[in-house]
Structures are given as structure tokens and as C-alpha cells.
């Protein structure tokens, strides 16, 4: 299977996802926009990474689906946390915030060795 | 919704994805036309951030896990127009694959027959046997007496049965109700093999009747009382042309009248391989063998049954023997008592267990062929994977994913794999169903014993299940590799990388094989050349009896009288008596008191040793007088006197064998026989006086063949007495059922050598030519700067021998750790044995260099003026 066309790390993206959901019942394009307004625009992910994403999620039982109407009144389908989604997601995002710091650290470091 | 969920709704969820996604877009559309994009201009961007609509949804797709499955449909379809539009390919591929797929499905059907298809009985799970053990952990069968004990007073089985196979002489007429003569069976010797049973037999093993009713306990109670017979129904067939009238009619076994109760259904077999002739019951055991009737239901001391048992619910074979052992303790008696019961399993014909040191190997070996067959097909796939490229190239470039192709691949690899199982499937029932029947008969065996190995081998849902099985897995095996590569549009570097190990492997694994059959084929060589201490040929064993006589001492006078008669016939060279005649299984053993030496011993008549053509070393034989009167004298062979008394004179010590508890004094020495059988040696011998009663009369005639000998003998005991039967036995015949496991293993694993020898030479050959066609350019630069023929073979030679060199080294290693599975089968030479491993390693290289050479030869002849003009 091709790479995810972002420029996130591989499950970045996942993590994202599972916490834009977290929040509460929410379609495709919901979840694409608010991760580019959460993020300042840094963070655009195409629909082509997004749906196969949000599919394998639900294939994990990460998330489940269900078709609903929107406030516009049209048919969409939304997302929502699963039980096992909500433990994936605390301790992706866990790890995520100690490797995170990690590099911070890391890269600190070798900068002021550099200098 | 599940996975199963998700396959079957497939319309609906193709639907929701597409909903899914334009959802997306229109929503995308409307947010930027809302912040005053023109629509047109909105959507050109939309289409732009989002991706291309197909491949997104083919990513989601691949997302939901049921792909392959949803794919298989189409791929499959693509496989086989792809296999008839290359039909050369397709023929070789798919018969290499029938050929490794059916010998691994042959042998199952073997396996499937004799070890995993559970009984045809009611229930077979709870089936178990009951093994008596003696005080020492020897196996012993149990007594009648005891049986009852065991049936009577357990709390573990809801029914205990019993058991003991009988062979019966047929009388020579049949009377009917209607009083006429009714004359079935031919004249002559006819024998009948059949099992004498416990009253609950049928009700134990949930029998099914035919015709009349089966046997009740009620048949099994006083000894000799019911003379009642069922027949099984193929011998009702065979015997009696499915008479139906035969039920209610009375038929002779050993002289006596049984009358016909029954006829069990085909579908019913008892618990052997082999469908008994008929069942009695075991109450009448006694009057059906003669003069130890009245021993065999009281005498606890006489062993003569089997037992076999059906578990109550949710008790185990460990607690159901526990419970059996304590009780017979409490009922041992006696110094040969069982003192202690295991129970084995009983819901197949033979236990997986008793038959791991030939299942292994086997199976071992045919598995091995299947590489080899899956080797070649892999190198035939990569072959053609470069004629492909473009194809795969331009699949790649249009956005085909990676796993998508190789999952295309293995797809075709698998159909290829199917189609070879099918025709593996019919090739090997057609073999088992021809083969077997034919090479059945060509075993030298006695009719009633070769029953024991006429199965059913017809296919049932087990050996399509196999197939099957095996089918996909070769599929995945041949197809994995080849697929990866091409996906990957590997350098033409890489796939001959693949092709040299598939030929290494190839090697490696037909040593093995050759190797495994070298060995057997010495080991056989080895039994046949074995000398066995006396003269076999036209030496003959008759046991004389009287039909339907149970006067012992007339049926003593008439054998001794016709013993008398024999001996005075022309053709005849010698005549003695014995109680075992020879090659007939090992001897009894017994101690010898005050030594520690264990000897196999046999009672014989006078000019025994002189009958038999072993020589008499020191001393004498016995005389007339010694062997009627059972005189305290005995005869050893040189290997007891050895052992016993080193460098003493043996003759004139005394022996006191424990079984014979008679003081016997050493009056000859004779040479080290294999009596018992043949490539087991019995050095430790002793020979006893036969006394009045003997059991075999052995003679030698050397101008007389088998036939004429059965027919004189007969001829002349109906002239001792018209109800005297003499059936006869050709030794020379022991000899030859004494060779033939030898001869069908050391076959067996020459067909499977030569068939892997075969498919390797053919592997090699393929590579190898396929190497100098690659290279035909490059040979023809190198002639026209001047190389010459014998240059360019010796380059191809070295190429090729250097794969074939490492292959043999892999498989000299294989071929050790696989003789140690053989070793139980290896009778007289070790497993690391030096002419089996030279010879088949030799063979091996010259098969290779004769699959090189053909090829080399193409390579030397190129024309350089023609290769060259040709670019």
C-alpha cells in the first residue's frame, strides 16, 4: 500500500483522528477541517489519507459508524469513539507527548553541543 | 458488522462509500463557493486536494480487509485465460503439481483408511482396548473367566466385549431346510476366517443386520450349546451368491453343523480392517478348536481373548484404567494373573501411535516430492515473470498498489495450484484404486491375512479436505517468491539468484530421497541374501486333523498312521514332526534355571535336524523311543551350549528349562537356525522331544512343486481316513512373506526416489537451458574472439555441477538425519552407511551432468556468424 500522503509521522494520523472524534459524533469532512483549524492550517490532510484512515479504524473497532442527518438536513456518516478507540487514543497520545519530549530533548541538546 | 457482514453487503457498502465520500466534496464545494469562489473554479480544487475519486476509494476498499476475497473472483477468472493462452506452460506446471500432489494425496488416503477414519461403529470416540499386562509389563491376552470378571464388575464401561479370531476348515456340503443336497462349497481345502465373540458384541458396537438377527448374549451362555453363526456380508456373497434363502440353513465349520442366524450389513465391519467371514459365540469357542474346551472358559491360566470396551459418559481411558486395575488386583490369581490394565484408544483401525516410525518417514517423503514438484513450478513462474514485465510495469504505473499485484499473483498461483490438485486428486484414486488391488496381489501372503490390509481407499471428505489443503498451500509455496519478485520488477540478477537455490534445494532434497531409498534397498538386499541355518526349498509343513472328530486318540491313531504313509512315499526325502514349524514367528522363550540366559525353544519329532538340513554338530539326534516317550533328553544349539557352558563339552550336562521343569540331558549340538523368523536371530535354542501329540509334520520332497505336494498330500490323507485334512505349506513361501515388508519399503521409496529424481533432472534441465539461451549472445562474442566448444561446455559444466555440488553437500546432511527415522527398517547395515550414501550421491551428479549436458551441447554448437548478425 502506498505511504500516507501527508507529511505526518506514520499513526500520526490515527492519533489525530481518534482525538478530533473524541469530542463527539462527527463526519469525514468535520474531521478534516477542524484538524486544519485546530493546527493553524499546518496540518491538511487530503481525503485520499483520510478516508482509507478512518475505514481501517473502523475496522480496528477503534470507531463506529452510524448514518445520520446534519444540521443542513442531508445524510452523512458519523463517527464516534469506541470504548477500545478511547484507550488506544490515551495511550497513543501518552506515548506520543514522552517521545515528543524525548526529541525535544534530544535536539536540544545537540544544539547547544553544537554551538 | 463483522467480516462475514461486510463481504455478503458489499453492494450496500460500495453504495455508503461512495455517499460517503461525494458528501465530502459537495460539502467542500459549498464551504468554498460560500467564501466567493466561482463553482467551476471550486471544484477544479476540490478534485485537486482531494485525489483522484478511484484510487481513494480503492484505498478504502483495502482499508475494510475483505480485498483479497472480493478480488479472488476476477483474479481467478484473469488466471486461467492467462493459463489458456499459454498452453505448454499450463500442461507442464499442472502436471508437475498432479504428480506432487497426488502422491502426498495417495499416501493420505492410506493414512486416512487405516489410522484417521474412526470405526464404522455407533459412538467411536468412547471405543477403547483394554491391554492386560503381566507382572513382568509383558502384553498377554486375557482369559474367558476373567472377562466375565471384568464385564461383570466394572463401573467404567457401559459394555465390555471380547474377542478372538478363529480360522475354520468349511465342511464340504451345505443341507437345507428342504432336505436336498445343496453343494456350494468346491471340494477341496476351504477356509473361512472368522472371530468368536461375547454375547454383547453386536449391542456393544451397535451392529447392523442385513438379514435374520445378530448374535444376543443370550447365545453366549452355556459352552457348545448355540451353534449359530452371522455372516458378514461380503462372505455371504462371495461363499454363497447372496442367497437369501441361507438364513435358518445349516453349514459346517470344521465338521460341524452352525446354523445360519443371520447376515450384518455391508456398512459393518467388526474392528479390524478386515471384514471377519462370520461371528460365533465364544461359548463355542471350545468345541470349534477341540480338546481344550473345557480349560477355556475355567482355567484362568488359558489366554485366549481380546477385550475391548465402551466408556460411560465423561469417564476417562486414565480413571477408566485406574478403576480396571484395582479391580484386578482383587481378582489376580495366579502366577500369569494381569496385574495391571492400560487402555488405548480403539476408534481407529490402527493407533496413530504404533505406527509414528512409518507415518514420519513417509509422509516426510512424499512432502519432500511436493517441494521438489513446487520448486520447479516457481522456476517455470519466474521464467515467465520476465516475458511479464511490461505487463507488470504498466499495472504499477496506472496506481496498482504493490500488494494489490502480488496478491493477483499469488491468485494465478493458486489457481494453478487448484487445477493440479484436481488432477492430483484423480490421478491418485485412480492409482490407489488399481495400483493397490494390484499390488496386493502380488504380495506373497495367505488369503485370510491379506484381508487384513483390503480397506476401503475410496476418497471420502477427509482426502478432498487434503487435496485441497495441499493444493492451496503448494499454490502459496511455488507462487510466493515468484510473485514478490516480479511485483517488485526485480533485476534479471535477482531471479537467477531465486533459480540457483530452487536448484540447490531441488538437490539437496533428491539425495535425501535416493538416499533414504539406497538404504532400504541395501537392508532388503541384506534380508534376502540372509542365510537362514537350514534348507527352505521344497521343505513343507502339514498340520493333519481330523473335521468334526473330537476323539482324541482316533484322531492321534489317523495322523500318526498318515504320518507313517507320507514317509513311505516315493518323492519324499525325510520326514519329522514338529509343535511350531519354521518361519512362523518368533519361538516361545523361556529361562533356563540357574543361568541367567533366556532360550527360544520347540518341540520336534526324530530326523528333524536331518528333515530341515541343519547340521548336527556333536552328539545325536533323538530317537523314536526318546521323542514318543518324551524322554528327559534335549538337544541345544550351538549358541545355548556357547553360552551356557564356554569351552565346556556340552553333551552330557543337564538343562532344566522353567517352562518344562524337567531335568534334560544334553545328548546333541547343533548349528544356529533362524526358526522363528528370519532376520531376527534366535542363537539360543533348545529342542525338546514332541512326545505323542504333534501339531506339524514337516517333510521334504525335493521333486515335488507346492502344487503337487498339496495335491499328493491330500490325495493320500483320504485314503488314512475320509475325514482327515491335511492343508500344506510351502516354507519357501515364509520365506518370501518374510521379504515382502522389506520389498514394499525399499519399493515404495524407489518410486518416490525416482519420481523426485526425475522432477529435479527435469528442474535442472530447465534452468540450465534456460541460462544458455539467455546467454546465447554473449557465447557467441566469446566463440567469434576465439572461445572454443569444449570452452563454453566447461563454462556451463561449472555453473551448473557448482549448484549441483552444493545441493549434494545440503543433502548428504538430510540424508543422515532422515536414515535415523529409517532405523528401525534397517536390518543389517547402519544408517551412516558408506556404499548407500557414495552410490546415491554418484548417481545424483550423473543424473545432473547428463541435465546439463544436453543444454551445454546447444550452447557449444552456436554459430557466433549467426549470433552476431542476428543484433
Redesign the interface.
Known sequence: MAPPKSDLPQGTLDLLILKTVAIGPVHGYAIAQRLQQISRDVVQVPGGSLYPALHRLENRKLLTAEWRQTETGREAKFYRLTRSGRVHLQAGSASWQRLSEAVGLILDTSERGAR | MNWWGRLLRRKEQEA?LD???H??????VADLTRSGIGEEEARRTVRQ????MD??KE??R????TRWIEDFRPDARYAVRLLGRNPAFAAIAIATLALGIGINTAAFTFLNAFVLRPLPIRDPEAFVKLNGLDRKGRTQSFSIAEYRDFRDRNDVFSGVIALSPLPVSLGDAVTGRAATDYDIIPPGYQFAFGVTVSGNYFTVLGGQLALGRLLTPEDDVTPGAHAVVVLSEGFWRRQFGGDATLVGRTIRFNGRPYAVVGIAAKEFVGTQPNVPDFWVPLAMRGQLIGDKADMLYSDRAHRSVGLYGRLKPHVSPAQAAAAMNVLASSIAEGENATARISITDASTFVSVKEFMPLIVPMSLAVGLVLVIACANVANLLIARAAGRQREIEIRLAVGS???RLVRQLITESVVLGVLGGVAGLAASHWAVAFGYPAVLSQVPLPSGYKDAFTVDVNPDWRVFAFGLAVSIAAGVLFGLAPAINSAKASVANARSRFRDSMVVTQVAICLVLLVASGLLLRSMWFVEALNPGFQTSRLYAVSPGLTGESNSSLERRVTEQFALRLAALPGIQSVSACEKQPLSGMSPQTGIDGTALRVSYNRVGSRYFRTLGISMIRGRDFTEAETTTNAPVAIVSEGTASRIWLGEEALGKTIRLTKDDVTRQVIGVVSNARVGILWRPEDAYAYLPIGSKSSYTIFRAPSWSPSAAELTVRNEAARVHPALKAPVRAIEDSLEYAYAPFRFLAGAAGLIATLSLVLASVGLYGVVSLMVSQRTHEIGIRMALGARSSDVMRTVFRSSLRLVAVGVAIGLGGGLAFAKLLALALIGIKPFDLVAFASTSGLMVLVTALATWVPARRAASVDPMVTLRHE
Open positions: 455508503h455517499k460517503e465520500l458528501f465530502h466534496i459537495e460539502q467542500r486536494e482531494f485525489g483522484g484510487q481513494v484505498e478504502c483495502d482499508a475494510r480487509g498498489s504493490y500488494r
